[in-house]
């Protein structure tokens, strides 16, 4: 009897570690999702909070280059990028870090200093993810590229 009460915990224990993994998958996704719906909609200040504290630089960064043309348009487009998550890949056992790929449709970007913005149909982009005081955010070591 006490080693069926014993299994029956770990077991118990197992799937309440299962759930909170699920539970992890989701919230990276949310934060993911929402970071990347703002960054390719250059909605920078609103993609600041989903950052890491170290990867804001590269925020500011990119919204000290944006100029008068990129704004223009960006006001004039259609529709918003689409911001698709292909996959996330939990990174260890700890939930603590997770590799995020993101498929983005119909944005703009700004690849050279001085000239303005220029449509891109279709891009893949990967972000690593981690997770400090139980929140969720993307870590910048760098500008994103394209990864299509």
């Avoid at 224990?13 to 719906?37: D, N």
């Avoid at 920078?44 to 223009?72: F, G, I, K, Q, T």
């Avoid at 498929?103 to 997770?131: C, E, I, N, Q, W």
Wanted: glycine share 4%; aromatic share 8%; hydrophobic share 45%.
């Amino acid at each position: 009897m006490r080693n069926y009460i014993l299994a029956l915990i770990l077991t118990l224990s197992a799937a309440g570690c299962h759930e909170s993994r699920e539970q992890q998958r989701e919230a990276s996704a949310q934060a993911i999702t929402a970071f990347a719906t703002h960054f390719f909609n250059w909605r920078y200040v609103d993609a600041l909070p989903l950052v890491a504290p170290e990867s804001e630089r590269w925020l500011r960064l990119l919204a000290s280059n944006v100029s008068e043309e990129d704004v223009e348009l960006l006001r004039n487009r259609d529709a918003d990028a689409v911001v698709t998550l292909e996959h996330i890949d939990m990174a260890d056992m700890t939930d603590t870090a997770a590799m995020a790929t993101v498929v983005v449709t119909d944005y703009y970007v700004s690849d050279t200093l001085g000239r303005p913005a220029h449509l891109v149909d279709k891009g893949r982009y990967h972000f690593l993810m981690v997770r400090r005081d139980g929140k969720w955010t993307v870590k910048m070591e760098g500008l994103p590229r394209n990864g299509m």
